[in-house]
Every structure is written in structure tokens, then in C-alpha cells.
């Protein structure tokens, strides 16, 4: 679970019979905003270079925007069939954002501040009656301080993590491209595709230095049936990933001396040389499946099924250019169930959802020499909410929202024994209010508590999380300004230090 | 049809599992390696056996031959492991079966276990000074912490592991290039080769060869407190057509008799091979007649790198996994112990030790 940020839900049909009490301008603001939401769904789609196995289904985003519809079929299934029902007016988005985030506590290879900005663009037009075009583009900018030793982004994101003998600044950028294309075969048929590419660069300021290249993809084919009366949706999908990481680590005039992890406690010392590289490179298939059916027995009653199962594979080599050794690989593969249940009715704005989450999955970890498992990672994650959104009067309306995952870890280290099994138990909680000003202006804010039972490797049993957010957004005749500030902190248990975080945002849209 | 396309999509799911990669079926951590202990012909009790690796960062494992010479580790994590012994052996005399001696043993040996889960191997010890005679005992090649590029603090330390005193007239030193076939350097000292008698090496005594025989750690603007003291060697490379060569005048030269090579003794700090030889083949253009060579050491920092001298001389690399400029040493795991097998002769030293073993 990420940490507490807003909720946001979109639209399924932003065109319904909606009998609004807003006026027509008003309404129509309205839907932009509701787009804007299912914009910042994207954001994880194109979340950057680590194709996740199953990428996260964002209710939360950090973004205030009180939520009014439940979650679309394409945020829960990512299947690109099901995009042009979601979305169904030409939009046109721009945002400027910076977050930093400065951990006064720490794990040991994190940074001890990192500032992310993002230049992003997105449109989506509905190019005639049949086709739907959407695409993104993304500039990504991540300063990472006083890094100790590590040489990855993310130390704690892999079994096979690589790390020098310094401590430095690295700075990581790159752009990200994302397209969309929808097409109705027939009235009842659609079909999908959906690209993902990007392409990353890091250099670190110190020698050791170490520069990395990333190259990602990612490959959607979907497929939908829709019902006559649009009522029953379904369809399918099947993704490919790939992802190809190089990291050169160099030194002046000595070797450059680099270890690589296996797992989180033993590692190897690689052979010292002047150019030392590692060499990632990850693979895998998910196949996916949903389901959903709206005005069950009483108007505005739905339901939303999405199960998919995956598979993927991450060899590591480390050494020498020509001939390096083989450190191993490793395979995650498990299954994800998401369920939601909702309740809207047309004639009201009134809006409550309830979804679940199930996901299993498990990974092991052979040793590059030998035919021996050195890692192994059983997980369930379970995770519930709900969002209930109640308009008060004609300009307020206020969301909140609670939920709560519990995951349960079996983790094991063979090479030299650790055993770690974890239930942990996160939660959070939150309540969002805007108001409307006038006819063009809006304010909203929003505040957030959680909890979380974090990793082993986080050497503390739990943190509390506490946020706020603050907004406006005003139209003008050239489309609606917004400006976002965010305020998020994290009290790990027993530890006088804590992590705290800054967003800024301005964004654009029409 | 088209309402059942979605479904026939679904099917591939059912396949999909394990479509990378099949599990192994064993585990890592459960290795057992046992290891027999024998000294001329008899299995050694009450030897303690060092079990190292660097293929991990974990700490090295001790057992002790238990009555049949065995010595067993398990379980153990799946890796190569260098196997060592330096102990002393009570056996009986071999004059006198009735009475005991005492000798000191050593061996080392390399575990490469396969995919099964044990290993069972026989270690052959010797009494250490087995094979003796005039061996290369440490090189210094990596330079001192620095960076500009200073690595003159380079030597050579010989050491003498036999009960006779042997003499170094006339002997060659050589840097080697492919094989015996190529010389680099060839440096001599001073004497006639095989019966001079001018330059003695007592048993059990070390002899430094410094590429300049100076306090590197003490010179004028530069300083080098990482580096060595080599005004106390006990020889200086030199070459007289190098004329920019350091020359200390308190200690005596091995020349170079290569000609036309302007350069001093300076040998590479990622990997190379040095050999001593009695000096009777002075003919360096085809290369050192291999019945002439006394000790050959190949040091590289790779253990994959591609061998650069003879296997009956050298089977191994000295040196694996050292750093350049890091001030590190190589030196025989103790004085004189030569298996022909760099890789289990020598271990590395964080600083080194001109002129005496490392404890």
C-alpha cells in the first residue's frame, strides 16, 4: 500500500444521463477533473522502469480531487480494449512537478534525500466513431544525495543489487513514451494495444563512477465484449515486458571494486577492474481476464471482476565486457484477483465502493554456478477498502476513505540461512473535501493517517503516516490552472528520525 | 464466435506456468565437504583443516581431522573453496619407528564441487620445506594508494627454503611475456652462473630485490605513507642505459643484459609472470630453457585471464582479486611453500612484508 494520498475513482461513462444540479460549465470542469484523475492512474502505468509484475492498481493518488465514481475497468485491469469505455472526450493535459524527499531515516543503501521532477503530457482524442488515440510523454528527473555504496536505484527492489565502496550523488533522467490505440471492430468488439517505452540514464559524481543505461517496454494486446445495452463488459488481454539494465561501474585510475548482493545479507566481491559491469536483464508474460455489469437489480449497482496471472524472469550477469559471470536468476510468477462492488446512483452524486484485492505470488532465485536455489519468496497480499463520496448541497463535496492490506511473507536466504515470515498489517485512512468557490474556482484539501508494518530491512516494527494536502484549480479562458502542495511524514516506531516529503505540482488541462 | 474470443484468450494462462525456467530441486547451504588428510601414505589425526572462499563474504571454516584423517564441513553454502593446512604432526620416525618426530606440515588444495551435494576429496600434505630451494616468496606489484600513477616501490622477495645455502651469482630474473618462448626483462646478478660463490643466501633467509632501493614512504613532496621502506634491500634492479634510473650506491645491482631495453624492472600491477632461473641459458632471444628455471610465479588479478607461462610451472594465478594502487601484497601462504599452484601458494596481504612472513 502506498502512502496515504488521495482516492481516485473516474468516471465509467463520463456522457450518462446524469441529471447534474451544476451548471453546464460547472459540469463540464467537473468531467476534466474526473479525467485528471484517471490521468494520474497512468502515472503508474508508466511508473517508470521497473515493470512490475503486476503494476500497482492506484485508488490513491497524490493529487486532491474528491472522488465521485468508482474505479473504471481499465485502471483495474490495464487491458487496453477497455480504455475508449472509460474515456469519451478529446483531452489534452500538461504537469510540471517536483517532490523531495528527505529520509532522515534510513535503510542504508537509501539516499538521504531525493528530489523527482517530471515534465509530463498526455491527450487522448477520439479520432472518429470507431478509433480512440491516446499518448503520453514523459520527462523524468531524479537527484538522488549522499548515497552510501549502492549503485542501483532502489537497493531493496532486487535479490541481485550491485554496490561499489563510496558514497556519492547520483542523478538519474530520461524520457518515457506511451501510446494507446483503441478500434471497435464491430459495435460489440474492441480492441486494444497499448505501448510503453523508456529509456534511462544515471551517472554517479564519484569515483567509483557508475553510469547506467536502461531500456524498458511494455507491450499490451486487449480484446472487449460489450454488451448491447453496455451494461456487461468483458474481455481479455495478454502483456509482454521487457527490460534491459546496464551498469558500468569505472574508476580513475585504480580498479573500480564492486560486490553484488544476493539477497539482503551475503554478497560476492566481484574482480577488481577498470571497468566493472552489470548487466539486468528481465522478461515476462501476464494473461489477464475481467468482468463487469452495471445496474444490477437497482439502478447504479455494479460490479467489477479483473484476474490476471503472470510470470517473469531477471538473469544477472556481472563482470567483465566480453565474458561476465553468471550471478544468477530469478523467476516471480503468481496471480492477482481484484473485486469491486459499486453503488451510484443517476440521480444523485451520492457514490459508494467497496473492492478487494487478492494477490499470490512467489519467487525463487537460482545461483548463476551451480543448479541450487539460493533465494526463495513466498507472498499473499489480501487488501480491502471502501470510498464513500457525499455531496453537500451544490458546492461541496467530501470523499473519504479506508483501507487496509494484510501480506503475509515467507522469505528465505540459502547461501547462508535467513529465515523471515512476516504478517503485516497496513492501513490508512482519509477524508477529502473541496469546495467550489465560484463558478471557475475550486480549493479542496485533504488529510491522511496510516500505519505500516514495513519489510525486515527496514529495522523498525512500524511506521504512522500523516499527510495533507492543499489545492486549487481556476478556469481561464485558455483551459484550468491547477497548483497542488503536498505534506506527507513518516514516525517510524522508537526512532528519534523520521522521513519527510514535499510535493509541488502545476498543471494544465483543456 | 466473437462473444467467446475473450475466453479463448484465457486459455493460454493455462500453460503459461513455469514457461521460463524449471526449479532446481536442491538448495544452496547444504553442500558437505569432506576431506582426507594424508602425509606420506598415513591418514593425519588432529589436523586442523581452514576451509576459505571468495566467492562469498562469509568466514572461513575450521574442522579437525578426526582419527581416520577426516575432516568434515556441513552444511556449507555451494561455492569453490580453498582448502589449507599448516599444522604440526606427530609421527614416528622414519629411521626409527620406535621414536616420534615432529614435523610441520603443510597443503592447500582447491574444492570445485559439482551439482551433487557432497564432495570427497584427498589432500596430500608435505613437510613444510618439501620441494625446497630458492623460491620467490612475495611480490610487491600493485603500488601504493595514490593517484599519480607511483608503483617504483615495486620488489622482489626471495626466499631460501632449503638446509643448503645457495648462491645467487650469476642468476637471472626475468619479466616473461608468452610462455617460455618470450622474454620482457631479463635482469642479472652479478657472478658466474652455477659455480660462483660470491653472493650467498643462508637456509631459512630472505632476499629483497627492489625496483629503487629507497624509503618510498619518505620522499620529498610526495608523500606516501602507504608505500614501503626499501633503502635496506638487499639488491636494486638497475639498468645502465636508463640513465634517469634511481641507483642507491649502498646497494648492490642486478643489471639488465637485454639489449637495447632502456627500462627498469617494472612489472605489471594487473597480472604477469616471474621467473628466476640459475643463468645457465642466457640466450634470452629463444626464450629460458625450462631445466634452467629455479621458481616462476604468475600473479593476476582475474582468475579467468588466459595463462601466460607453462602449467609445470605455474597451474594458477597469484593475486586473484587484488586491487591496483591498493597497496596490497602477494606472499606465500607460508615461507617457501611451493606447490607449483599460485593459486593455493599465495595469499594476499594487505601491506607487505620485505624481508620477513607474514604471520
Redesign the interface.
Known amino acids: 500500500m502506498s502512502s496515504c494520498s488521495i482516492v481516485l475513482v473516474h468516471k465509467l461513462s463520463l456522457g450518462t444521463k446524469s441529471k447534474d444540479k451544476w451548471g453546464h460549465r460547472m459540469k463540464k470542469n467537473v468531467i476534466k477533473i474526473f479525467l485528471i484523475s484517471g490521468i494520474l492512474v497512468f502515472f503508474s502505468n508508466l511508473s517508470g522502469y521497473e515493470n512490475p509484475l503486476f503494476p500497482d492498481i492506484v485508488i490513491e493518488e497524490p493529487f486532491s480531487s474528491t472522488i465521485r465514481t468508482p474505479m473504471n475497468l481499465y485502471q483495474i485491469s490495464v487491458n487496453p480494449a477497455l480504455f475508449k469505455n472509460s474515456y469519451q472526450e478529446d483531452f489534452v493535459y500538461y504537469r510540471a512537478n517536483s517532490i523531495d524527499r528527505i529520509n532522515f531515516f534510513r535503510r542504508v543503501y537509501d539516499p538521504k534525500r531525493q528530489r523527482d521532477y517530471q515534465l509530463f503530457f498526455y491527450t487522448h482524442k477520439i479520432l472518429d466513431k470507431k478509433s480512440t488515440l491516446a499518448a503520453a510523454v514523459r520527462y523524468n528527473r531524479a537527484d538522488q544525495y549522499d548515497v552510501y555504496r549502492s549503485l542501483e536505484k532502489n537497493f531493496y527492489n532486487n535479490y541481485f543489487s550491485y554496490i561499489d565502496t563510496t558514497k556519492g550523488n547520483v542523478k538519474y533522467d530520461g524520457p518515457q513514451l506511451w501510446f494507446l490505440y483503441n478500434y471497435s471492430l464491430t459495435n460489440n468488439l474492441l480492441l486494444g494495444f497499448e505501448i510503453d517505452y523508456g529509456i534511462e540514464r544515471s551517472l554517479k559524481d564519484v569515483y567509483t563512477k557508475c553510469e547506467t543505461v536502461i531500456r524498458n517496454l511494455d507491450l499490451k494486446f486487449g480484446a472487449a465484449f460489450n454488451s448491447n445495452n453496455g451494461n456487461v463488459v468483458t474481455g481479455a488481454f495478454a502483456r509482454y515486458f521487457s527490460y534491459e539494465g546496464q551498469y558500468n561501474a569505472v574508476k580513475e585510475l585504480q580498479d573500480a571494486f564492486v560486490r553484488t548482493y544476493f539477497g539482503y545479507h551475503v554478497f560476492r566481491d566481484e574482480n577488481p577492474r577498470s571497468l566493472n559491469r552489470k548487466n539486468d536483464h528481465k522478461e515476462g508474460y501476464e494473461f489477464g481476464a475481467q468482468l463487469a455489469r452495471k445496474n444490477i437489480l437497482v439502478d447504479g449497482l455494479g460490479v467489477q471482476l479483473s484476474g490476471s496471472y503472470g510470470t517473469r524472469y531477471t538473469k544477472i550477469t556481472v563482470g567483465s565486457t566480453t565474458i561476465p559471470g553468471d550471478r544468477g536468476y530469478w523467476v516471480r510468477d503468481g496471480f492477482r484477483i481484484f473485486g469491486a462492488v459499486f453503488y451510484q446512483p443517476v440521480t444523485s452524486n451520492f457514490m459508494f465502493q467497496l473492492f478487494y484485492e487478492y494477490k499470490d505470488f512467489y519467487d525463487w532465485a537460482r545461483s548463476g554456478e551451480y543448479d541450487v536455489v539460493t533465494i526463495e519468496n513466498d507472498e499473499i497480499m489480501h487488501r480491502f477498502g471502501s470510498v464513500l463520496y457525499l455531496p453537500l448541497m451544490n458546492k461541496v463535496g467530501i470523499s473519504s476513505g479506508f483501507e487496509m492490506e494484510n501480506i503475509r511473507s515467507d522469505y528465505h536466504e540459502y547461501i547462508v540461512k535467513f529465515d523471515y515470515k512476516g504478517n503485516r498489517i497496513n492501513w490508512n485512512r482519509f477524508i477529502d473535501v473541496k469546495i467550489s468557490l465560484d463558478q471557475i474556482t475550486n480549493v479542496h484539501g485533504k488529510a491522511c493517517t496510516g500505519k505500516i508494518e514495513p519489510y525486515f530491512y527496514w529495522n523498525t516494527e512500524k511506521m504512522d503516516i500523516i499527510s495533507f494536502q492543499y489545492g486549487f484549480d481556476r478556469l481561464f479562458v485558455f483551459g484550468t490552472l491547477g497548483l497542488d502542495f503536498n505534506y506527507e511524514i513518516w514516525e517510524p516506531d522508537g526512532a528519534d528520525m523520521n522521513i519527510e516529503t514535499f510535493g509541488l505540482s502545476v498543471s494544465y488541462w483543456k | 464466435m466473437?462473444?467467446k474470443?475473450?475466453?479463448l484468450?484465457?486459455i493460454?494462462?493455462l500453460f503459461?506456468?513455469?514457461?521460463?525456467?524449471g526449479?532446481?530441486t536442491?538448495?544452496?547451504?547444504?553442500l558437505a565437504v569432506k576431506i582426507y588428510v594424508i602425509f606420506e601414505g598415513n591418514y593425519l589425526p588432529d589436523i586442523p583443516v581452514l576451509l576459505s572462499t571468495?566467492?562469498?563474504?562469509?568466514s572461513t571454516y575450521i574442522d579437525t581431522t578426526d582419527s581416520a584423517g577426516l575432516a568434515e564441513f556441513e552444511p556449507i553454502?555451494?561455492a569453490d573453496y580453498k582448502v589449507n593446512i599448516k599444522a604440526t604432526a606427530i609421527l614416528p620416525s622414519f629411521d626409527n619407528p620406535d621414536s616420534l618426530v615432529e614435523f610441520t606440515v603443510v597443503g592447500a588444495c582447491i574444492v570445485e564441487?559439482g551439482?551433487g551435494g557432497i564432495f570427497i576429496d584427498t589432500l596430500e600434505v608435505i613437510a613444510s620445506g618439501a620441494e625446497s630451494g630458492l623460491k620467490i616468496n612475495e611480490i610487491y606489484y600493485t603500488g601504493p594508494?595514490?593517484?599519480f600513477?607511483y608503483w617504483y616501490d615495486q620488489f622482489i622477495e626471495l626466499y631460501n627454503s632449503s638446509v643448503d645455502t645457495v648462491y645467487l651469482d650469476g642468476m637471472v630474473v626475468c619479466r616473461m611475456g608468452t610462455f617460455l618462448e618470450s622474454v620482457t626483462y631479463i635482469f642479472q646478478f652479478p657472478g658466474e652462473p652455477l659455480i660462483g660463490r660470491e653472493y650467498p643466501v643462508p637456509p631459512d633467509s630472505f632476499v629483497v630485490l627492489a625496483q629503487d632501493a629507497m624509503d618510498h614512504t619518505n620522499i620529498p613532496n610526495l608523500p606516501l605513507p602507504e608505500s614501503v621502506d626499501l633503502s635496506h634491500a638487499d639488491w636494486e634492479f638497475r639498468n645502465s642505459i636508463d640513465y634517469g634510473d634511481f641507483d642507491n650506491p649502498d646497494v648492490p645491482n642486478i643489471d639488465n643484459i637485454e639489449v637495447g631495453h632502456r627500462l627498469d624492472f617494472m612489472i605489471n600491477l594487473v597480472g604477469d609472470v616471474i621467473l628466476i632461473a640459475d643463468g645457465s641459458d642466457l640466450n634470452y632471444l629463444d626464450g629460458i630453457d625450462i631445466n634452467s628455471v629455479i621458481d616462476c610465479v604468475e600473479y593476476h588479478?582475474?582468475?579467468?585471464a588466459m595463462k601466460e607461462i607453462e602449467a609445470e610451472l605455474d597451474r594458477g594465478f597469484a593475486g586473484?582479486?587484488?586491487?591496483?594502487?591498493?597497496g596490497e601484497s602477494i606472499e606465500r601462504i607460508s615461507a617457501g611453500f611451493d606447490s607449483n599452484n599460485s593459486s593455493i601458494d599465495f595469499v594476499i596481504l594487505s601491506s607487505p612484508t620485505p624481508g620477513y612472513q607474514h604471520e
Do not use: R
Open positions: 466473437v462473444k474470443l475473450p475466453f484468450l484465457f493460454p494462462i503459461l506456468s513455469g514457461c521460463f525456467k526449479k532446481p536442491q538448495f544452496d547451504g547444504e571468495f566467492d562469498y563474504n562469509i553454502p555451494y564441487p551439482d594508494p595514490n593517484n600513477f588479478k582475474s582468475s579467468d586473484v582479486g587484488i586491487i591496483k594502487y591498493g
